[in-house]
Structure formats: C-alpha cells, structure tokens
C-alpha cells in the first residue's frame, strides 16, 4: 500500500517535492492544503499560490482554509485520513489537533541547519550574516516554531553572488529528493529522530518593507550582504534627490580608491566615479552598483543610469 500523504505548503519552494511525490509510487497524495488566493499587482486580481497551480496540474485535490484553528478544518484533513502530512513552508500556524493526526506525525521541510535561524526568513539570516553555508532540516511540526525533533540535515554551500531568490530555488531543488526519501525512511522505520541543541538556536522575524533602506554609514561588505540577502524581497534602496533608488546588484570594494587620492574620506551616501565603476561611500570602504532603478521607472545598467541622470555622481544618496 502506498504511503497517504496531505502535503501543505504554499509557495513556489514547495513544488518540486509535491511534484516528486505525485509520480513516486511509493507514495499517495492525498490532497494539498494551501492558503487561499490573495489579491496582486496593480489590479489586485486573486491570484493562486504556485503550490495551487502545482497540485492542479498535477490533477490532487486543494483545500485552502483560511484558518487551520476551526473544528471544520480538522475534521476535513481528519477525513484524509493521512499517514503522514508532509510541510514545506506552508505559512500558517499548524494545531496540534492537526499535526498529531497522522499515526507517523507530520514532517517539516525547513531550509536551515536547525536550530540555527529559525523562523519565517532564514535564508535572509544566513546571507546577512555571511554564512559560507545553507542547508535543509527535516523535522516534527510541534507547537514551537521549527524546535521538533530532527530527522535529516544536508549541507548546501552559498555560491559568489547567491541572493535569497537563487539559493531558495536550488534549496528547493535539492531539497525534493532529500524531503521525499526522509519522508519514505521515517514512514518505514529506517530513520532515529534526535533532538535539536536549543541553546544554540536563533530567530530570524518576517522582513518588512522598511528593513530595505540602506544604511551607508555601514561597510560595503555588510551593505552588500543586505543587497543579496533582501533580494528579491522587500529589496534594498536608497534615496536620491527625493525618489527612491532600488539597488538591484552591487558588490564590495573595501580600498577606498578615489579618483583623487588626495581627497579626504568622503562622507557616506556620497556618489563616486571610480577606476572601477560607479560606487557610494560607505562606513567603511565603497558599495559598487551595478543594476539599480528610480521608482516607477525600469531597471537599467548603472552606466546607462548616469547617462540619464548627469549629477548623479557627486551626489548623496540618504533617506527621503
């Protein structure tokens, strides 16, 4: 008999295991709870979550309660009758009426090296503290936030240049085999559980759209990190002359070689030409761009952005 799974998740993270288990045999899904269509764009059209869209092609059942805390919506996954409910960044608080449901429990996948950065970004808390490394947790779904028992860790190693959006999707990627088989070794009693060391453990909260603005009295290195790590959302930014500036890519330079070299150290926020290329001062060293964009206006090179914009250069970028 294959193995009954409901799966929840709900964003693009969570379909390259859903898909993996929908043709593994091994398994059977039995419907896929996600949350309900949310208004976006400009036109605040209701629009499916991509794991809605995934299980659709994929001919599973959705169910998409608003709330998972009603009697209704236990009874409902209760009905399923699910040997295991299998988790990947589903983004509701999960009962223990529900969890405790399945005779094998429910499985998260989480994409840290638990208990380091737990929480709702820890992707962003990893690149923000320059970490040389990622990773994959599976673990119990308990009643604190990703503190259950682990079953399966992987290592996966940042790459030069790897933003939140980059490493999420090859996490994503890596993780659907490595989810899939703990999945079949838990179910089948080939994996021992084993406790996380909570002293070690830390937190990384939801990002808010605020925690983009740049602080130019920081290093380029740190400044750099906040460029990736916010990428792709809530992105970094700045102000120049009243609009605000998105910095899509820059990188470090941590000499501070000016084109005269006998200027004192500019003040941060203060725009440079350099021998190589476009920078801001920064507390320490200079954060050079590459690809930013005034607000409302489309992303351009940053050489085709000074083309248009001829005081740029010379002038400080800071808060509105």
Not at 80 to 100: M, T
Not at 217 to 228: G, N, Q
Not at 274 to 300: F, N, S
């Amino acid at each position: 008999m294959p193995i009954h799974v409901v799966y929840m998740s709900t964003p693009a993270f969570g379909v390259p295991a859903l898909t993996l288990l929908a043709h593994d045999p091994r398994f059977e899904v039995a419907a896929v709870v996600t949350q309900p269509d949310k208004p976006a764009g400009r036109s605040l059209k209701r629009t499916p979550p991509p794991i809605k869209r995934a299980a659709e092609r994929l001919g599973i059942p959705v169910l998409q309660p608003a709330s998972l805390r009603t009697t209704a919506a236990v009874r409902e996954i209760a009905r399923l009758q699910p040997d295991v409910i299998a988790v990947a960044a589903y983004g509701l608080w999960i009962p223990s009426e529900i969890f405790n449901l399945p005779p094998k429990r429910s499985l998260n996948l989480h994409p840290s090296l638990l208990p380091r950065y737990r929480g709702a970004a820890p992707v962003v808390g990893a690149l923000l503290a320059g970490e040389a490394e990622v990773g994959l947790s599976v673990l119990f779904v308990e009643d604190e936030m990703d503190a259950g028992n682990i079953l399966a860790q992987m290592r996966v190693p940042v790459m030069p240049g790897d933003t939140t959006a980059t490493l999420m999707d090859r996490l994503a990627h890596i993780g659907a085999p490595f989810f899939v088989e703990t999945l079949a070794g838990w179910v089948n009693g080939t994996i021992v559980p084993y406790a996380q060391d909570h002293s070690q453990a830390s937190w990384v909260d939801r990002l808010r759209k605020a925690d983009g603005l740049l602080d130019w009295t920081l290093a380029a290195e740190e400044l750099a990190r906040r460029c990736r790590a916010l990428s792709p959302w809530p992105g970094t930014y700045t102000f120049y002359r009243g609009q605000r500036l998105l910095i899509h890519a820059a990188w470090p330079l941590n000499q501070a070689v000016y084109v005269h070299t006998s200027m004192e150290r500019p003040e941060p926020g203060t725009v440079l030409a350099l021998p190589q290329g476009i920078g801001v001062a920064a507390g320490d060293g200079v954060l050079m761009l590459e690809r930013v964009q005034l607000a409302g206006r489309r992303a351009l090179d940053i050489r085709r952005f000074i083309c248009g914009q001829p005081g740029f250069i010379g002038s400080h970028l800071g808060i509105e």
